[in-house]
């Protein structure tokens, strides 16, 4: 083969086709490291919101603590006195959320944010309990009430009742149980062989999710949220009635003491940190496919779509013997992986369906104009027109349809590759370079 031939032969323009398809990794790279930075500040943005507003907000069943008092004798025949705490757990606890969502924002950058009305409602049975003093005496007369809730700066108020007695006052301390801050009471007289009673609301602002930790014997909790893509996660799944077309949601829990790994008695000693949070269940403001999950998404199949396109290209060159430039090529290529910088600018501010239509169409029009002129036909670029709409037809389903993306964009690879093959089964790609040199160069006359 002459040495003219060999570069206009077709087996050297695919490998140059592929360098440059290679070569648009670099604006798709770019276009993803803007992306990445973009949803950075959207976290910052976030994270800033929630330490004003109130972060993830968890609560834990009320707890009783009672002193014990035990006397211990040295070798040396001295005593002395230890004094440790134990804690007591409700018998029963119902907790009722009624969750309130709206939206704070920081620039462009918007959050959801949640107003919750909790109210915690059970009972302790220190009789039932099997408290064992041992060698010490249990100190009745000083109980406290805790009640464990994270980040305080939340709170919006909180009120508590204890059975027929007056309202007590719970005040923050500087002590933490499970990493949560406690709230506790001035010490009371406890009657160790009656039930005591309780009440507790809780006005709680936060973001992100709201979940409990089952401190009780029988621990039941209920979520009602006027949210439409709730996350439920921990160690218990709910039973949950959603509403899609009110955009609502009820979840309802049961955890009883045989479901989780700690007791329902322990001393201050004995606390298992690691195993109340483990037991912690509840729900997230879930954000399906936001803007950026949905852009990154989008970006991963850029490389797939600009070869697919040149492949259309390629195609045209080999069945109607016509010949494109590389750097035609390249200007088309470039012209595909800036979409992506536009969707993900046009995103921040409208709706992502919306960005996807404008962004597409204005690319399709601007590629099938510019490809009428190379190819000399606006036949052949009403052809790249209806391709690239039915390319981008496809990648928007391949988007908004996370759970089939894998199913769907592997069947429509197999289906383009198997296109291909019947297009081309009848072309002597040996012989078809020995043709090409005959070929004229095309010129923008109208011809077909």
């Not at 087996?11 to 798709?28: E, N």
């Not at 500040?41 to 972060?55: F, L, P, Q, V």
């Amino acid at each position: 083969m002459a040495v003219g031939n060999f570069f206009q032969s077709s087996t050297l323009k695919l490998v140059g086709l592929g360098f440059l398809a290679l070569l648009m990794l670099i604006p798709l790279g770019m276009v993803s490291g803007l992306r990445s930075e973009r949803e950075s500040r959207r976290m910052e943005a976030e994270d800033t919101i929630a330490n004003s507003w109130g972060n993830a907000t968890r609560v834990a069943g009320p707890v009783l603590a009672v002193p014990h008092r035990r006397v211990v004798v040295s070798k040396d025949k001295e005593t002395s006195e230890i004094w440790e705490w134990w804690y007591l757990l409700p018998e029963q606890v119902d907790a009722n959320a009624r969750v309130r969502v709206t939206e704070r924002s920081k620039g462009i950058f918007r959050m959801p944010v949640y107003e919750a009305d909790v109210e915690l409602i059970g009972r302790f049975s220190p009789a039932g309990a099997q408290l064992s003093s041992g060698d010490g005496t249990f100190m009745w007369a000083q109980t406290k009430l805790l009640l464990p809730v994270t980040d305080p700066r939340g709170l919006r108020g909180l009120n508590t009742d204890l059975g027929t007695r007056k309202a007590i006052r719970l005040t923050p301390t500087s002590q933490t149980m499970a990493e949560m801050p406690i709230f506790q009471s001035e010490p009371f007289v406890l009657d160790p062989t009656q039930d005591l009673t309780f009440k507790l609301n809780l006005k709680q602002a936060g973001t992100r999710g709201l979940d409990f930790v089952p401190m009780a014997r029988t621990f039941k909790a209920s979520v009602q949220a006027e949210w439409p893509d709730p996350d439920f996660f921990g160690a218990t799944l709910p039973m949950a009635r959603p509403d899609s077309k009110l955009g609502t949601f009820a979840a309802d829990w049961q955890v009883l003491e045989y479901n989780r790994s700690f007791p329902s008695i322990w001393s201050s000693i004995d606390l298992d940190v690691r195993a109340l949070n483990q037991s912690a269940f509840g729900v997230r403001l879930y954000r399906s496919a936001d803007v950026y999950q949905q852009n990154e998404r989008s970006t991963k199949y850029g490389l797939l779509f600009i070869a697919l396109t040149f492949g259309v290209f390629f195609l045209f060159e080999t069945l109607q013997r016509l010949r494109v430039h590389p750097v035609q090529y390249l200007l088309v290529g470039t012209a595909l992986a800036t979409f992506y910088l536009v969707l993900l600018a046009a995103s921040e501010h409208i709706s992502f369906a919306l960005a996807y239509l404008l962004g597409s169409a204005a690319l399709v029009v601007i590629v099938g104009g510019y490809c009428s002129a190379i190819l000399s036909s606006w036949r052949r670029g009403l052809g790249i027109v209806l391709w690239l709409s039915l390319l981008y037809g496809v990648l928007f389903v391949l988007i908004t349809r996370e759970d089939f993306a894998l199913i769907m964009g592997s069947s429509v690879v197999l289906l383009l590759i198997a296109v291909t093959m019947y297009l081309t089964r009848k072309v002597d790609w040996y012989g078809f370079a020995g043709r090409e040199e005959k070929l004229p160069p095309l010129h923008n006359d109208g011809v077909q």
